[in-house]
Every structure is written in C-alpha cells, then in structure tokens.
C-alpha cells in the first residue's frame, strides 16, 4: 500500500495555524492538512471531513451525525450527566448560584450555567505538542497593508536600498532596542530565515512606520514587522504579502 499523501485522511486547518499543525501531522505520519482560505471550517467542510476521514460514514450521514450531536448533549445536560467523548474529553455543565452549609440552593436563587470542558489524557498531549511551536500569526499580529518608497514613489513594490519607506498598517509599534523586534526584510524564497533588520526608524506607530531600507543586495524581499504584546511573551510576526524589489 502506497504511504503518500494521497492515500492519507484530510482533516483542514486555518492558515495561520498551518505551519505548526503540518509539521506535527507529518511527523506522525497522520492525517494529510488542508488549509482553509477563512478561519473556521464551514458545516459543509466539517461534514466533508468526516465523510472523507476513513470510516463508512456518507456526507449525508456525517451531515445527521453533526446535527444530532448538540441535541443529545443537550439532553444528558438537562438530566445533570457530563458528557465523554472518547479522544476529546469531557463537556459538563457547572452551576453557579448561593448555597448553605449543608450544600443546599437558598430559595429564590438564580443559577448560572457555565460549560466546561476537561481534555482526554490524549488529546492533552496533543496540545503539548504544540507548545512553543512558532506559528505566522496567532490571534493578534502585525499588519502591513502598504509600502511606499521615498525615492521612487513606488508603491508596494520597488524599495530603494539607503533610502526611506513609509509603512501603513495596524499594531506595527514595537520596541526597536529588542533585537528580535522591529522591522525585517527577509529574502524571498530562503528557508533560512535569513533576515535584515532596519535599523533607523523616522517614527513608529501602530498605524504607521517610516524607516530606512537597509543596504540589501538586488534581490526579491518580504517585510516583516516582528514585536511582543504587552503580557505576552510570544514574538507575533506580521508578513507584509507583497513582494517588494531591489533593483
């Protein structure tokens, strides 16, 4: 039996995820990713998933399955049962209200109902796995919408080594004296990482950037803003999607 991807189950993730995930799954020889263009898998796409993911389940049937599924947890929540899913963990609901000692409601008093959810032993090592995995984007990052060249007025496109940018954008405020934060141009196509920092900054803001190009050789570049939110320890990176040249 052949072990390309071909043959392997799919199971999508979202971009910015992609990147960690595909490494993992490839390392268990597991299931074969699927990038999705937006951040959550429609029912269609859940629905296709498990009907593709190795069982005998039709879309159909995998449709009714995924429907029915709240349903019963609605059920065994309103009789007081958790419920267990095998691989996944534990759905309960927990009731918050004002008791006596002996444990008992007072009279009159209103409940609220909050869900929980306590992982599988297997399912909590899967989420080890992923711990400090650097991934494109997670939650909150950089964003570069354009970039224009001083000298040039190239917009998006030719920067001019020496000579200054004007970036636009959202959360691009960093702290220029982190050497792992700032301004970045990577060369396109190097899987090194290599990157180039820019080392002279007019002003930063969130909303704006204008700084100067370093001395880079002739060459295709992506910019990217690198920076820390405030409480968080993870760098976010934040790729600008156009290429820009050197010429």
Avoid: W
């Amino acid at each position: 039996m052949s072990n390309s991807n071909d043959d392997k189950p799919t199971v999508s993730v979202p971009m910015r995820l992609a990147p960690a995930v595909s490494g993992i799954l490839a390392e268990q020889n597991a299931l074969t990713p699927i990038v999705l263009q937006n951040e959550t898998p429609s029912s269609e796409q859940l629905n296709e998933m498990l009907a593709s993911g190795g069982g005998n389940l039709s879309t159909p049937q995998a449709e009714a399955t995924v429907k029915r599924i709240p349903q019963v947890m609605k059920e065994l929540f309103a009789l007081a049962h958790p419920v267990k899913i095998k691989g996944l963990g534990t759905f309960s609901l927990k009731a918050k209200g004002k008791y006596d000692s002996d444990g008992r409601l007072f009279e009159g008093t209103k409940l609220q109902f909050k869900l929980g959810f306590r992982p599988s032993k297997s399912f909590r090592q899967f989420l080890e796995t992923l711990t400090g995995t650097v991934v494109e984007a997670t939650v909150k990052a950089p964003k570069v919408k354009s970039v224009t060249d001083a000298l040039s007025d190239s917009i998006n496109s030719v920067v001019t080594p020496g000579g200054m940018i004007k970036v636009v954008g959202t959360d691009m405020k960093f702290k220029a004296l982190m050497s792992d934060e700032g301004a970045f141009f990577r060369e396109s196509g190097d899987a090194s990482g290599k990157a180039f920092k820019v080392m002279r900054y007019l002003d930063n803001k969130d909303a704006r950037l204008t700084c100067e190009v370093p001395e880079l050789e002739p060459g295709s570049y992506i910019l990217e803003i690198r920076k820390r939110y405030k409480g968080c320890k993870t760098l976010r990176v934040g790729r600008f999607q156009t290429l820009l040249t050197v010429e």
